[in-house]
Nanobody
Framework: QVQLVESGGGLVQAGGSLRLSCAAS????????MRWYRQAPGKQRDLVAA???????TYADSVKGRFTISRDNPKNTMYLQMNSLKPEDTAVYYC????????????????WGQGTQVTVSS
């Protein structure tokens, strides 16, 4: 059973920093693109950043220059370094990944983590 588990959320003052982690576990053949999404209360879930298996990255305009996405392939772990945080960054942050499980290595499935709360106070 493949699982994604996020950690690192919390409460921080505006201008502060947090580092989120997403660890994939289970019988995994390979992991393709990994992503961070966020969802604020009453709003839709939006893509924050993505990183391919080769290390190419994309960012939402709202976080460019402040957030950095990275991954450690041998550890099946992804990170989101968030600097210069603003109150509008407050949301539940979700990890998402395209994974080929060992049980069906020719099939790519999409997985979600349970989410971690990030709250930025003004």
């Amino acid at each position: 059973q493949v699982q994604l588990v996020e950690s690192g959320g919390g409460l921080v003052q505006a201008g502060g920093s947090l580092r989120l982690s997403c660890a994939a576990s289970g019988s995994i053949f390979s992991i393709n693109t990994m992503r961070w999404y966020r969802q604020a209360p009453g709003k839709q879930r939006d893509l924050v950043a993505a990183v391919t298996s080769g290390g190419s990255t994309t960012y939402a305009d709202s976080v460019k220059g402040r957030f950095t996405i990275s991954r450690d392939n041998p550890k099946n772990t992804m990170y989101l370094q968030m600097n210069s945080l603003k109150p509008e960054d407050t949301a539940v942050y979700y990890c998402n990944a395209d994974i080929r499980p060992s049980s069906v290595p020719l099939t790519t499935l999409n997985y979600w983590g349970q989410g971690t709360q990030v709250t930025v106070s003004s």
